[in-house]
């Protein structure tokens, strides 16, 4: 990969900060916006993914885990695509989803396990990486490529807090 943007680095110290992370990043998205996750299993991408949708006024009952489908799409204050690539094999396969054609669309597009599969993302985009930091606490980095991606990045977690 090449040198993001922009990008920084922050320690959540509970599932509860890492859910109110997402929640104040769903606020700020845009149609169009690309968000991927990277992290193992446990890591918190889903929680994160939860706080989004929130932010983003999604109705809690709609947001699932995606376990039967590879996107699944919600209605919030704009259009959330929700998709886990945990299963899928290449790009081939993601093609044959239909997915490619909701990147940079009419809504904001959130993606677990982006790494499985990094020709998903598009030239421009967000990508967060979380770690086990050890008990409640998890290490989230978060880098942006292009100017709307480090404009939305600075937005969320600005220098100066
Ligand atoms: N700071 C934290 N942020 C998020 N989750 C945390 C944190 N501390 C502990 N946890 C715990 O870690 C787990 C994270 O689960 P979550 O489903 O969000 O992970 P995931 O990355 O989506 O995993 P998977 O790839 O298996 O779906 C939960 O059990 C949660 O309670
Ligand atoms: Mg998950």
Do not use: C
Not at 66 to 77: C, E, H, L, Q, S
Not at 89 to 112: H, I, K, Q, R, S
Not at 140 to 157: K, M, N, T, Y
């Amino acid at each position: 990969m090449s040198t993001p943007t922009l990008s920084r680095t922050l320690l959540s110290g509970s599932p509860e900060e890492t859910h109110r992370l997402g929640l104040r990043l769903g606020q700020l998205l845009q149609p169009g916006d690309f968000v991927g996750l990277v992290g193992d299993l446990g890591a918190g991408k889903t929680h994160l993914v939860r706080g989004v949708a929130e932010g983003a006024g999604v109705s809690r009952s709609e947001v699932a885990s995606p376990t039967f489908a590879i996107v699944y799409p919600y209605r919030g204050r704009l259009p959330l695509y929700h998709a886990d690539l945990y299963r899928l094999a290449d790009y081939d396969e993601l093609y044959a989803t239909g997915f490619l054609d909701l990147v940079g669309g009419d809504g904001a597009v959130l993606v677990e396990w982006l790494d499985r599969i990094p020709e998903a993302a598009p030239r421009e985009f967000l990508r967060i990486t979380l770690r086990d930091a050890g008990e409640e606490s998890r290490e989230l980095v978060a880098e942006a490529w292009g100017a709307r991606p480090a404009e939305l990045l600075e937005a969320w977690l600005p220098a100066n807090r």
